[in-house]
């Protein structure tokens, strides 16, 4: 572990530059930074203040798995006086169900660690919650996570996707374990969807619901497009016109984006939040064919046009005509921006 900070710290001295402006947001992420030692957490928070100007934070957010927050190392995180949110892995609260997606937590443990975290002054809670997993209904999948609202402030919930070549993939092919089908999968979308709702949760992404300010505001940067940069293995960067990335072997791989490719992110990325697609932001010469292709969208009951954001944004006017995906059309936001690519 100690060789892996240095590494990150000596990325972060060569690409300081690349940073110019004052970091809004940090999130620490991509895997288990949890298991991290604090003492190691503390030696990049350390780096990250001597190469940026962080005069403007305002979100830092820790991923962690459960069985990682144990009363003294939140105690020792809080004391960084560095970290204001945290992102829990729950995924689910059946043990049956945990060691069959091979976590390694318990539901017990991950109800503990919600509590620890609060008790030690955590107010910026979310969760990763995983709907549409093996023996698990629309309601025994949601009675406990629902006892937890009023301990978080944020939910990201996503269907599962089998990995090939997992564990859960084998069973699965050898028929040991069958998913739900589609229609419960959706009805677990919708009870997550409506009892979050009723908790005060707002949902602003497919994936994502949060309680009103507290939306996730480093995740909400990349669906704004929003440049970033990214440090560590398997790290992507986005300077607003190219995207660049680490590599598994050391090297660097980079893209410049045409104006199909940003187009398309544009697409991809709005469709995915209730806020939808500015149409202000289209270039002209697509605004035509795009209104023809998206007709079907709305006639069905996917897209609705508005006239207004759904929330307050510096980016977008409010004369702006937006594009809205309903509840049921982010079930279907991939295929409609897939449909619309150019």
Known sequence: MPSYVDALLEEMERRKDEQPHPIRTVYFGGGTPSILPVNQLARIVAGLRRCFDLSQLEEVTLEANPEDLSPQYLAD???????NRLSIGVQCLDDQTLRLIGRRHTAQQALDAVENAHRASFLNISLDFIYGLPHLTSSTSLTSLTSLTPLISHLSAYALTVEPGTALARQVEQGRVSLPGDDEVVRQYHTLRQRFEAAGFRQYEVSNYARPGFESRHNSRYWDRTP??????????????????????????????????????????????????DLSLVPEQYKEKLHRQMQPYIDCGWIKLSTSPSQPSTLHSPLSTFYRPTPDGLLHADGMAAALFI
């Open 77 to 83: 995180l809080a004391n960084l006086h560095f970290f």
């Open 228 to 277: 970033y940069l990214g440090l560590g293995p398997g790290a992507h960067s986005f300077d607003g016109r190219r995207r660049r990335w680490n590599n598994p072997d050391g090297t660097v791989g980079e893209e410049t984006l045409t104006h199909a490719d940003a187009f398309n992110e544009l697409l991809m990325t709005s469709l995915r939040t209730v806020r939808g697609l």
